[in-house]
């Protein structure tokens, strides 16, 4: 971070102090840490995120944040993915894309196939609830 960010007050905003940027004051702090990370970090170092349906036209060209991937991936995918701090509606899977051989994990982002890793995704060790007996068949 930058020494003079701390002394800006939250009501002026967070200033992005690099130099030539005409970026406006961000509300959050944490807004102004993403656009550092994605705005001023240079290309090659930059998290992405592709697509893993094969017919989709992001499948090559990748997401640079994950909330936008994750977007992508419950409104165009129709997937089980709940937005930010809002549990999934419970008549939600009977219109949307729920497969029972992989699940998808809601931290990294990766799909999980349950019949090799079960349910705890390898890459992050994420813990997914096993299905109801009763409500799967």
Not at 15 to 36: E, I, Q, S, T, W
Not at 61 to 70: E, G, I, K, T
Request: proline content about 6%; aromatic content about 10%.
């Amino acid at each position: 971070m930058y020494e003079d960010e701390a002394s800006l007050k939250p009501s002026d905003g967070y200033c992005c102090l690099v130099p030539g940027c005409k970026a406006v004051p961000f509300k959050r702090n944490a807004d102004l840490d993403r656009h550092y990370k994605n705005i001023h970090r240079p290309a090659e170092s930059k998290e992405t995120y592709y697509c893993d349906y094969s017919k989709c036209s992001r499948r090559n060209s990748p997401f640079h944040r994950r909330d936008h991937f994750r977007d992508h991936l419950r409104d165009y995918h129709k997937e089980s993915i709940a937005k930010r701090g809002k549990p999934i509606q419970t008549n939600w899977s009977e219109s949307n894309n729920v497969r029972k051989e992989w699940w998808r994990c809601t931290r990294c982002l990766k799909r999980v196939m349950v019949a090799s890793n079960g349910f705890e995704c390898p890459g992050c060790k994420t813990a997914r609830a096993q299905p109801d007996a009763k409500s799967s068949k």
